[in-house]
């Protein structure tokens, strides 16, 4: 079933066109990819999906809802969560409190009960607090709730934003570079991580990456962007040996010379 | 099992109460010692009688009126600190608004005794509802304000809200100058008289000739804001939408994309401030007894060099620069007077007040205590 939907999607700005008719479609409880060189358009992409940007044109439908023209917490509210390229933590924050961030949406905290601290307030912000210590021990942290976000070691940092991204208890869950920076071996137990939130929680991932080893090894369906346009989709093997993904990497010099040597 | 500093009675009474009252007696300490000190230096300079003995004998009751007043410049600086955290602008018309509450307390207490039942109301009563007028009015104020000259400006050059701040101030004095010679046709609101707050509770102190003498009104004063800093400490530190307003201070667009709507929370942001500016407002009249509408000026420059002393965008700094900045020019008037031998008078303190701006511009442009809840992670 199709979650995601998007139709002729385009954003500018001024003359720069940086999503160029993007159509594309994410299938419930899929991984799906999106890659491209530098420049491509795919935070953009991104940022249009989430509310971010209002795109000019297309539609977007998730759910079978319109996400046109909604704010971004109110996109966050159908159920999408996301983390960012570079880390967008809360960094003067505790670890706990910012996954608490995640859960806005749905800890209820009515005005009565908040100034007189009763047994239904305690009892939400109790299982709160412990959804955040599972959470925090399933993406592999330990003992740091207490910590302040920023003091936190780069990978940490990581986890923590995908954390917070599932305390929102998405459908979708949007990676943007979630291996960026890190070494093979941290890379390794991200694709670990990823798949089991797919697996256990039922949660369709759709990310963009630039590291082939685990956009090959995860992804089991993948877009091609460039110059804002998607030049190409479909399983890692067909998108491996795409002439137009080649070039769009390489250059067409070099495709011509890969092509050459096959 | 969880940990003392967990307790919420600990973590949202105790503790900022404790905090509020080390920064008190820490400053007035600090302060006291340092004026000691320099009667010790000018005792020499005075000849017609003992310096120190005289320093001495008024210090309790410059510590008492600095603390009071300090409370009133902490809880209106609240207002510059939290807005200024969320949106990193100046609020120059906070004054503004803590001066509408101020009258509209004044104005309420008037009204009662127009009607004639304010010498059989009970007094304390009669402070409470004023209060809570000015906090509704002001919180309301201070939200349609932001609509209307604010929140079109979201996204324009940091200046430009700035100016917009400053039209919105001199616009709502002369509004309330308008509504009040409509209406009244006097610009001066004065406070009625009443209930017995100018009387004193008299404290005998071992050691002491005299006993120490806490006007009533002072403890109210200082027991309101001692009220509003705890509610405001844990409406930012233990609710949701204190997470919210912690989280939009930081990363507007994350907070947004955690689902968090942000002007619902900007709004918000401004409502407390204004609320705190509103309570603020009936302390400060109850203070001053006359209002006027461009009484406001001068105590919201003073809040905001108090935001500025403490760190702006801190909360905690904005409770230690009005303590600070309070307490200083509680000093300045008593002492320049007594200290120059009367070169300079207690008119001379607003010069006090801002000296400290620029020095801590120029020593410390983060403040005492740095800033944190606008720190952008």
Known sequence: MTLLNTTNVVKRFGGLVAVNKMTFSVDEGRIVSIIGPNGAGKTTFFNSLTGIYKPEEGQITFKGQSLIGLRPDQVAATGIARTFQNIRLFGSMTVIENILVGMHIQLKQGGLDTIFRTRKFNQEENDAEQRAKDLMEYVGLKNVGNELARNLPYGGQRRIEIARALAANPTLLLLDEPTAGMNPNESEDAIKLFRRIRDDKGITILMIEHDMRVVMGISEHISVMDYGEKIAEGSPAEIRSNQRVIEAYLGRGAAVAHEQKA | ?377
């Open chain 2, 1 to 377: 099992m969880k940990s003392i500093t967990e307790n919420p009675v600990y973590k949202f009474l105790l503790f900022p109460i404790g905090q509020i009252l080390i920064f008190a007696l820490g400053a007035s300490v600090v302060l006291s010692l340092v004026t000691v000190l320099l009667a010790f230096i000018f005792k020499f300079n005075v000849t017609d009688f003992d310096l120190v003995e005289r320093t001495m004998l008024i210090l309790p009751q410059v510590v008492i009126n600095g603390v009071t007043i300090g409370f009133v410049y902490a809880t209106i600086a609240l207002g510059y600190t939290m807005v200024y955290g969320v949106l990193e602008f100046i609020n120059f018309s906070h004054s503004e608004i803590f001066m509408v509450g101020g009258i509209v307390g004044i104005q309420l207490m008037a009204y009662f005794e127009h009607i004639g039942t304010l010498a059989t109301m009970n007094e304390y009563l009669v402070i409470a509802l004023a209060i809570i007028l000015a906090m509704v009015v002001s919180g309301s104020l201070a939200v349609v304000v932001e609509r209307l000259a604010y929140k079109p400006l979201r996204g324009a050059p940091k200046l430009v809200p700035l100016i917009s701040a400053i039209g919105m101030s001199f616009f709502l004095q002369d509004i309330v100058r308008l509504i009040l010679s409509l209406t009244t046709g006097e610009f001066n609101v004065i406070l009625p008289k009443f209930g017995t707050f100018d009387e004193f509770w008299k404290l005998a102190v071992p050691g002491m000739e005299d006993p120490l003498r806490i006007q009533i009104k002072s403890a109210i004063m200082v027991g309101v804001a001692v009220l509003m800093l705890v509610g405001l400490n844990y409406l930012v530190n233990g609710t949701k939408v204190g997470k919210a307003i912690r989280a939009v201070a930081q990363d507007r667009p994350s907070a947004s994309l955690m689902g968090i709507n942000v002007n619902q929370i900007i709004s918000i942001t401004f409502l407390v401030g204004g609320t705190l500016g509103g309570a603020a407002g009936v302390l400060f009249a109850l203070k001053a007894t006359k209002l006027d509408p461009f009484s406001g000026f001068f105590p919201g420059l003073k809040a905001f060099t108090s935001a500025v002393l403490g760190g702006i965008g801190n909360l905690t700094g904005a409770l230690l620069g009005g303590l600070v900045l309070g307490l200083l020019e509680s000093f300045a008037a008593s002492y320049l007077g007594i200290f120059t031998n009367g070169a300079f008078g207690a008119e001379y303190k607003d010069i006090f007040a801002f000296a400290i701006l620029i020095l801590v511009l120029i020593f410390r442009p983060s403040g005492l205590l740095g800033q944190t809840v606008g720190q952008k992670a």
